[in-house]
């Protein structure tokens, strides 16, 4: 079975951090583009970061610019979105998500996760 997982969120103060992981059963990340997106509720869903299957190019939203890092690890299937700096407007059911063509903020993505819950609150 292909399939995606997240795991990390959890809840957090204002000005804390955590680290989002996407793993991966049944196919290897390798090839894929991740993006992570977020949804809050009453809002569209929105396109967070992404990373190419090398690593070597990524995207941020302007909204998490300098805040939030992706990464991968190509040897453990994993990536991974640590979140730093967190505000309460990140408040959102966030997913990971694989497509075989390449980071896209509009374009369908192959796989998705389930998602994993992110409160910012004090």
């Known amino acids: 079975q292909l399939q995606l997982v997240e795991s990390g969120g959890g809840l957090v103060q204002p000005g804390g951090s955590l680290r989002l992981s996407c793993a991966a059963s049944?196919?290897?990340?390798?090839?894929?583009?991740i993006g992570w997106f977020r949804q809050a509720p009453g809002k569209e869903r929105e396109g967070v970061s992404c990373?190419?299957?090398?690593?070597?190019?990524?995207y941020y939203a302007s909204s998490v610019k300098g805040r939030f890092t992706i990464s991968r690890d190509n040897a453990k299937n994993m990536v991974y979105l640590r979140m730093n700096s967190l505000k309460p407007e990140d408040t959102a059911v966030y997913y990971c998500?694989?497509?075989?063509?390449?980071?896209?903020?509009?374009?369908?993505?192959?796989?998705w996760g389930q998602g994993t819950q992110v409160t910012v609150s004090s």
């Open positions: 998500a694989a497509r075989i063509a390449g980071c896209s903020w509009l374009n369908p993505y192959d796989f």
């Open positions: 990373i190419s299957s090398s690593g070597g190019s990524t």
């Open positions: 049944g196919f290897t990340l390798n090839d894929y583009a």
